[in-house]
């Protein structure tokens, strides 16, 4: 692995490998499968118009969300869920494919879920809690000395955008767009914050996989997960969609611009919505329908997953 690649950059929520020049990876030749060989039972959507973006106050302006303006979206199919560890493994199993992060020999690690006697690691100078880890990916969401017993339902993570779009090919489907993808995570909601309204914790009730209490030093658990929750937990949304918000980021298919501007990094970004289990009011809150970021297509770390979409 040559220092580009060592050499990590980015912000809090995902930090970017900077993997520049490293080859895209696609499905081995010959392997591809219906769409009943990947997620099935996709939810139909009638498309139509809505309201994309947000105007709120407290939005992070690089990010773009703004100015609120009305789209208009063909009908679709979209997982109900973000793809799970079992689902993956299904067409790793299949293909033989290994991720970018298997291939490169590490991903990013929140250092919350690394033991406490875990070897030094390297850490983002913007986002110390992002660690460099050596053997970590899908297989070993939290380092060499993990591994994915219990956690079948939960979405796959480290996971980068040109995996994703390997999976997606394998089962006949794709990314969705990013308006696709914000239609869906409002559930038929105009204009509101989440997924089931304007207040976070309506009654006292959680209804997303975020963090819970002061970060990063303590997470108090309070909505009872600490790293990634089931693909299928919480409610879903009106459109029968879970976990839109919180639990991980999702890659989309666009690449990132902010406000119809030109994406710094040279167009090379991708889109991820929905924020994770990561974010919390202090210093993040890209929990939102609304939020949005871009990262590096060759990027991987533990709070990034995707969902699959197809035309109708």
């Known amino acids: 692995m040559t220092d580009e690649r060592q050499r990590p950059r980015g912000g809090c929520c995902a930090p970017s490998a900077d993997r520049r020049g490293a080859p895209a ?20 959507l009638a498309g139509g118009e809505f309201l994309m973006g947000s105007a709120d106050a407290r939005a992070y302006p690089e990010d773009g969300e ?24 299904e067409f790793a199993d299949a293909t033989g494919y290994r991720t970018e992060a298997e291939r490169f020999g590490w991903s990013f690690v929140f250092g919350g879920l690394l033991p406490d006697d875990f070897p030094p690691t390297r850490g983002v100078a913007a986002a110390p809690w992002w660690r460099q880890v050596e053997d970590a990916s899908w297989r070993r969401p939290a380092g060499p000395r993990s591994d994915l017993d219990g956690l079948a339902d939960h979405p796959v993570v480290h996971v980068s955008w040109n995996d994703a779009e390997a999976y997606c090919a394998w089962a006949g489907l794709r990314l969705p767009t990013e308006a696709e993808w914000e239609f869906a995570a409002r559930g038929g909601l105009e204009q509101c914050a989440y997924p089931w309204g304007d207040e976070r914790e309506p009654g006292g009730e959680h209804r997303m996989n975020v963090w819970q209490g002061t970060f990063p030093a303590e997470n108090t658990r309070d909505d009872g997960w600490y790293g990634t929750c089931p693909a299928r937990a919480f409610p879903p949304n009106g459109f029968g969609l879970y976990n839109t918000t919180g639990n991980v980021w999702e ?11 030109p994406d710094p990094a040279g167009g090379t970004r991708r889109s991820a919505r929905g924020g994770s289990y990561l974010c919390h009011d202090s210093y993040c809150r890209r929990y939102r329908v609304s939020a949005r970021q871009g990262i590096a297509p060759d990027s991987s ?12």
């Open 25 to 44: 990876l696609a499905p081995p030749a010959g392997a591809t499968a219906s769409a009943a060989g990947g997620p099935d039972g996709l939810v139909p």
């Open 251 to 261: 890659w989309c298919r666009d690449r990132f611009s902010a406000g119809g501007s």
């Open 66 to 89: 703004g100015p609120v303006r009305r789209v208009r979206i063909a009908p679709f199919r979209i997982s109900p869920a973000a793809v799970t560890n079992a689902e993956f493994a």
């Open 301 to 312: 770390m533990g709070n990034t997953g995707f969902r699959c979409a197809r035309d109708a």
